[in-house]
């Protein structure tokens, strides 16, 4: 699986404690469900605008879901 070493993913774990399926999460955002899975796994670094509405969504801080790893 590739991976972003720095970039700090917290998005499947936050998905999960909010109880909502990836399925319900893209539907909120305006994005596919593989969208939000290549996300979760490391494959897609988000844009900007999708950071900030996947926050909204979640209600948590943008760096809340994502942040630099050693920085």
Excluded: C, W, Y
Excluded at 14 to 40: D, F, H, P, Y
Excluded at 45 to 61: G, N
């Amino acid at each position: 699986m590739p991976d972003h070493p720095e970039l700090a993913n917290r998005l499947k774990e936050i998905r999960s404690e909010a109880g909502l399926t990836q399925a319900e999460l893209a539907q909120r955002v305006g994005v596919s469900r593989k969208t939000i899975n290549t996300v979760e796994n490391g494959v897609f670094v988000p844009s900007t605008i999708l950071a900030l509405k996947l926050s909204a969504a979640l209600d948590r801080p943008v760096e809340k879901l994502f942040a630099l790893r050693n920085p």
